[in-house]
């Protein structure tokens, strides 16, 4: 598998359910990095979490790293259909600098 | 604070054409990186520049592309002649210190006919 593997490639559930998607990586890592996309438009950054950190929140966001698994989670809690978007994981490896990129998840959010 | 930006949204040029791309990033950004989305692909990196300099173009396809960053400001992305497999979404990202969260732009949707 590639760099920022993320499982799975699409999930469908109801609005007020819990989404979460699992991100996989190769390499050693600074930081991972986990962004949204709506169709069309850019990327939107969520949330930054170190290679010493373990879990993260941020609003209805959690986001956990296991770097002897080397894998990450987003959790997205109480999901509106706002939240319907494609979902990246990227990796921030150690000694570069520019993002490595998973192919994303396409959650879809029924209202 | 205005985000990043990027001209035009859209591009159709014919095969063989010239197309540059312009990135505005965030005010007082010193890190600059341009990535690409060919279809049904994973988001690429291109390249990344410190101010005016390239730090790492390791991710440029071939010298059909060319980055400048004149005066560590804006910078632009030429692709000439461009082919049909230079079609997709090129995106550009700024951060104030390395190894910080990249901000996004909108895009350029390039479409190579």
């Known amino acids: 598998s590639q760099q920022g593997e993320e499982d799975p490639q699409a999930l469908s559930i109801q609005e007020g359910e819990n989404a979460t998607m699992n991100c996989s990586y190769k390499t050693s890592i600074n930081n991972l990095q986990w962004y949204r996309q709506n169709s069309g438009r850019g990327l939107v950054h969520l949330i930054l979490i170190r290679s010493n950190e373990r879990e993260k929140h941020s609003g209805r966001l959690r986001v956990t790293l296991d770097t002897s698994k080397k894998s990450s989670s987003l959790l997205i809690t109480a999901s509106r259909a706002a939240d319907t978007a494609s979902y990246f994981c990227a990796t921030v490896d150690t000694g570069r600098r520019a993002l490595t990129f998973g192919s994303g998840t396409r959650l879809q959010v029924q209202p | 604070e205005a985000g990043v930006t990027q001209f035009p949204s859209h591009s159709v040029i014919e095969k063989g054409q010239t197309v540059t791309l312009r990135c505005d990033p965030i005010?007082?950004?010193?890190?600059l990186y341009w990535y690409r989305r060919v279809m049904g692909k994973e988001i690429k990196f291109l390249l990344h520049f410190v101010k005016e300099s390239k730090q790492d173009e390791s991710g440029m396809p071939n010298n059909r592309f060319l980055a400048e960053r004149t005066g560590g400001t804006y910078s632009t992305l030429k692709v000439q002649p461009a082919e049909l497999e230079d079609s997709g979404v090129y995106f550009c990202a700024s951060s104030q210190e390395v190894g910080t969260t990249q901000y996004f732009g909108p895009g350029t949707r390039l479409t190579v006919l």
């Open positions: 005010s007082g950004h010193d890190n």
